[in-house]
């Protein structure tokens, strides 16, 4: 529970926490300690690492290079039960609750379970929902499985509602990467009103103004990851951290 708490008293002190995504096969081992330097000073709280494919990126020397190169929560994001190392601090133990597919469930986990154990990392148990977001996401079709209508935060609620009931650590309501809309705020408010656990909000976030909008709509942590595959915006960095950290900063 280590990682988690730590996340959990990092919500309470800055009012939500930001973590940043590193896919593997979208940023050059070239250019990654560059990357993490820039994280660090900017004021973000964690990463996560994953990808739905792994086709160029090396998922293990990758996360080695990630852990030699930051002090930071590194936390697993696994696009498929190949992705658990033991260089990670932690993994997000993702059910894809939104959907109806048994593999993503629950299926993919027993096989992934005992490998979380050898590695010795800390699973957080998260309900994954995918939100419609416009065009088909990877993390959609990957999961083979139909995300939740945007109009309709209903369904959204009652899915976090039951995940809680379950035992879920996080709610993450996913838009999916590089989604052309963000998840609502109106669903994230909905949410937020029906559930205890903290919300982690992600996908199509790409100004300051949009990750503070979702905090102040229930979100308690916000995740980005597409935006800064582009170098020439990593100078933002510390707006995205200023503008999550709620409690802590005036947004500009
Ligand atoms: C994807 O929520 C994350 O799983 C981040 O999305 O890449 O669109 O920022 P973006």
């Not at 940023?27 to 660090?40: A, M």
Request: aromatic share 8%; hydrophobic share 40%.
């Amino acid at each position: 529970m280590k990682i988690y708490n730590h996340l959990l008293n990092t919500i309470k002190e800055k009012g939500a926490a930001y973590l940043v995504l590193l896919d593997p096969d979208k940023l050059s081992e070239k250019k990654l300690s560059n990357f993490l330097n820039h994280c660090q000073k900017s004021g973000v709280d964690g990463f996560l690492v994953g990808g739905s494919l792994m086709i160029n990126g090396d998922f293990e020397s990758f996360l080695e290079k990630v852990k030699i190169n930051t002090n930071l929560p590194v936390i697993i994001f696994p696009g498929s039960i190949t992705q658990v190392s033991s260089f990670a601090d932690a993994i997000l133990f993702l059910s894809v609750v939104s959907g109806r597919n048994p593999e993503h469930l629950i299926g993919k986990h027993v096989l992934a379970a005992p490998s979380i154990k050898k590695a010795g990392i800390e699973p957080i148990s998260t309900a994954y929902i995918l939100v419609e977001s416009g065009t088909t996401t990877t993390a959609v079709y990957m999961s083979g499985s139909l995300p939740i209508p945007r109009n309709k935060p209903e369904i959204a609620s009652a899915t976090a509602l039951a995940s809680e009931y379950l035992g879920m650590k996080f709610i993450y309501l996913e838009a999916g990467s590089g989604a052309d809309n963000s998840v609502p705020n109106e669903m994230i408010k909905a949410v937020s009103e029906q559930c205890s656990i903290p919300i982690i909000v992600g996908g199509g976030i790409r100004t300051p103004q949009t990750a503070r909008e979702k905090v102040e709509s229930g979100a308690s942590v916000i995740v980005t990851g597409n935006y800064f595959e582009n170098e020439n915006n990593w100078n933002l960095i510390k707006d995205f951290a200023s503008a999550v950290h709620i409690k802590q900063s005036i947004l500009v």
